[in-house]
Every structure is written in structure tokens, then in C-alpha cells.
């Protein structure tokens, strides 16, 4: 299934190809597409889509701003026991889907994660910083192998399973121009709170490329990202149980140590692209402490889509322990 909103072109460039799947005939599958409440013509390359397409292809509507919202809405009316999510702007191989579907023969297989790899559009790829490659990377190598996390871009689940875990949390993901996140990693923790022997498996064989605009991609909304991320992180952890709180705080804990080290060494002689890198590290660490200390609210202080979000991420835990900033 896949999530849109206001990307009615690449939306036509992905559904194109999408039915070209290597899989036999006896393997049935739909495209379930969810309009995000687009403003462009994806209506129009939805229907044209459903139309013309060889593979049963449905269009959802959800108004409501949110992914997390939006996937819930498509997964719930999918018909299929299997859960594959793609990116709008994202081109899978010939061979992902059956990759996947060869990936959950193990029954304690509970998500599968594909590859994930940049595909450079409307320009070059030295026009790219590597961080933003870094972002739309998700390898593990050239073999499956066991993971905890994994990338909200190529994943799939058991859809008993969506149903056992009450879907994607709705107060996190992204929602419009606010760039917090989390939804697709809340349920990789949720996969590992389930009794039993579940797992989270790396499958490279259902490659999937990300496409990527260098225009798009600019310094500050590297820095905006990497903020939120930390904001996210911080709210991710204040779900776990009080141990697992103290263990990951321990870890960011020297995380910000040695990235603090390397700042301090950069100082010195550093290129520029290890320059944005710290820089990147630095607003992250920054978001995390801010919410951990004051709540989301304090952290987001100033940002438009604050009162929209705060309310979501408020009611995670009944309330934030911390007051509204005046």
C-alpha cells in the first residue's frame, strides 16, 4: 500500500510500474492506494491508475493530516494476510514483492524490512551531501539477517499482527510540514514486546530505490530533520519501561559524549561536509534533551504545526509531565 500527498507525479511514475512485479499467477495481490487530502491532480492519476492498471488497484480517501493516520486507514481495508508499504516516490525492482512474500514462510517472522537505496532525479548525485544519502539508505549487506529497526519506506507486516498492536500510533509520524516521526519504529518496538518469538528480518532481495531531488534537499531542512528526529527519538523513549528508559539514556549518553569530542576536534580541520554532519548530530541531541526536560511543547516552541502535534503526543501517556510554555 501506499500513502500520498500532493506528489501526483511520481504517484504516476510508481504506478506504472508497480504491476510489473515478478510473481506467478496463482499469487494474488492489490494496490491499495491513500490520498492524504493531495491538492494537485492525484485524483486524476488515481483514476487513470485504476483504470488502466492490471492489478486490482483500490483509491482511499483520508482528510485527515497524518501518515500514521493515512496507513492505518489503508491497511484496514486491505484484504491480504501480508502488509507491504512503499513510499510514493520510491521505484521497487522486479523482484520486491515475492522477496517479501518468501521472507514471511518462517512463522516467528513478524515485519520484514526491504533495501532501501537512493535513485538521484533532476540532477546528480555529487549535487547530493552524503548525509541526505545516508537518510535514504537502508542496507545491511547482501544478506537477510535479524534487525530491530526499520525503515518506514520499505516495510511490511503480518496483518494479524497490525491488528494485535492497534495499527501505527496516530500521534506520531509525520503530519504535513511537521517533520516528527516515529510511527514506523513504534511498532518495531512493539513486535519486540510481543510474547514469543517474533522477529524483524532484513530482506535485500526486495530492493526498492528512493527518489531523491537534489533541489529539495537543502542544508536547513537537514538540520529541521535531524531537531525533530531527536524530538521523536526522546518521545519513543518515553514509552519504554523505566529500564529500558535508564539503558537508552545511557546510550545517548555517550553518543553526545563522543559526537561533543568530535566537535571539538572539528574545530580544528574539518571538511564542510563533517562540518553539517556535527552540526546535524548537535540539533539532534538537541531536540532529545529539550523534550526529555521541558516536553514536547518546550521543544517545539515556535514551530507552526505545535499545537496540532503537542495534543497528539500529549496524550501518549495521559499528559506530558511538563507544563505548557507561556
Known amino acids: 500500500m501506499i500513502c500520498t500527498r500532493d506528489r501526483a507525479d511520481a504517484l504516476a511514475a510508481l504506478l506504472r510500474g508497480l504491476p510489473d512485479q515478478a510473481l506467478s499467477k496463482a499469487t494474488a495481490w492489490e494496490i491499495i492506494v491513500v490520498d492524504n487530502g493531495s491538492k494537485d491532480h492525484t485524483e486524476r492519476v488515481l483514476r ?40 510514493d516516490d520510491s521505484t521497487p525492482e522486479p523482484g520486491w514483492l515475492q522477496a517479501l512474500l ?54 511490511s507486516f503480518r496483518r494479524s499482527f497490525l491488528v494485535e498492536a492497534g495499527g501505527l500510533d496516530e500521534r506520531l509520524g509525520r503530519i504535513g510540514d511537521c517533520l516528527l516521526a ?14 514469543g518469538a517474533k522477529h524483524i528480518l532484513y530482506q ?15 542544508d536547513a531542512l537537514l538540520l529541521k530533520r535531524s ?19 535508564l539503558t ?47 516536553g514536547v511543547t518546550r521543544a517545539c516552541r515556535g514551530c507552526p504545526m505545535r499545537p496540532l502535534r503537542a495534543g497528539r503526543i500529549a496524550s501518549l501517556e495521559g499528559a506530558l509531565p511538563h507544563p505548557e510554555p507561556r
Open 48 to 87: 487513470e491508475a485504476a483504470r488502466t492498471s492490471p492489478i486490482p488497484l483500490r483509491a482511499l480517501s483520508q482528510p485527515e493530516a497524518g501518515l500514521s493516520a493515512a496507513r492505518n486507514r489503508g491497511w484496514r481495508a486491505a484484504e491480504g494476510r501480508l502488509i507491504a508499504f512503499l513510499d
Open 102 to 155: 518468501d521472507s514471511f514462510a518462517a512463522p516467528e517472522v513478524t515485519a520484514v524490512a526491504g533495501r532501501l537505496l537512493p535513485q538521484v532525479t533532476g540532477g546528480r548525485a555529487d549535487e547530493i551531501d552524503p548525509n541526505w544519502l545516508a537518510i535514504y539508505t537502508f542496507d545491511h549487506g547482501d544478506a537477510p539477517r535479524e534487525i530491530r529497526e526499520l525503515t518506514g519506506a520499505n516495510m
Open 182 to 195: 516515529g510511527d514506523d519504529n513504534d511498532l518495531c518496538h512493539a513486535v519486540q514486546r510481543t510474547p
Open 204 to 218: 535485500p532481495g526486495a530492493l526498492a530505490h528512493h527518489r531523491l531531488q537534489p533541489s529539495t534537499l537543502t
Open 227 to 245: 531537531y525533530c528526529g531527536g524530538i521523536s527519538n526522546a518521545v519513543l523513549d518515553r514509552k519504554t519501561s523505566a529500564a529500558e528508559q
Open 248 to 294: 537508552r539514556a545511557a546510550r545517548r549518553a555517550l553518543a553526545m559524549l563522543f559526537w561533543g569530542g568530535r566537535t571539538l576536534a572539528a574545530r580544528i580541520n574539518s571538511s564542510q561536509r563533517q562540518q553539517l554532519q556535527l552540526a546535524a548530530r548537535r540539533e539532534e541531541f538537541s531536540g532529545y534533551v529539550k523534550e526529555r526536560t521541558g
